[in-house]
């Protein structure tokens, strides 16, 4: 497993940007298919983005599709989150997740084994 940390997170108005970033400790992290999930107050943790090891193929929700760019630099062992436009149903803590043995980036959290601790983002109108 890698250990993973979240930064970036904070307040802005609708229609303003934020960018995401996780940090990932350990070894072989372009083994590591990457996801960014969220989760608000009351509902599901939910899918937002996720690219594959060498970054080629990425997925997003239809909810951030258009405003939202996921991007890896295995080099750094990083991934970032790039969120523009953002609007108010945006707000939630955001989570990167990772795991070794998927083959293709899921849209299930189960399905990943490594979680950082989490980074609020608040949307205000």
């Known amino acids: 497993q890698v250990q993973l940390v979240e930064s970036g997170g904070g307040l802005v108005q609708a229609g303003g940007s934020l960018r995401l970033s996780c940090a990932a400790s350990?070894?072989?992290?372009?083994?590591?298919?990457m996801g960014w999930f969220r989760q608000a107050p009351g509902k599901e943790r939910e899918f937002v983005a996720g690219l594959t090891r060498s970054g080629t193929t990425t997925d997003y929700s239809d909810s951030v599709m258009g405003r939202f760019t996921i991007s890896r630099d295995n080099a750094k062992n990083m991934v970032y989150l790039q969120m523009n436009s953002l609007k108010p149903e945006d707000t939630a803590v955001y989570y990167c997740?990772?795991?070794?043995?998927?083959?293709?980036?899921?849209?299930?959290?189960?399905?990943?084994?490594?979680w950082g601790q989490g980074t609020q983002v608040t949307v205000s109108s």
């Open positions: 997740a990772a795991d070794y043995w998927l083959g293709r980036v899921q849209r299930t959290p189960d399905r990943y084994d490594s």
């Open positions: 350990g070894r072989a992290f372009s083994m590591y298919v």
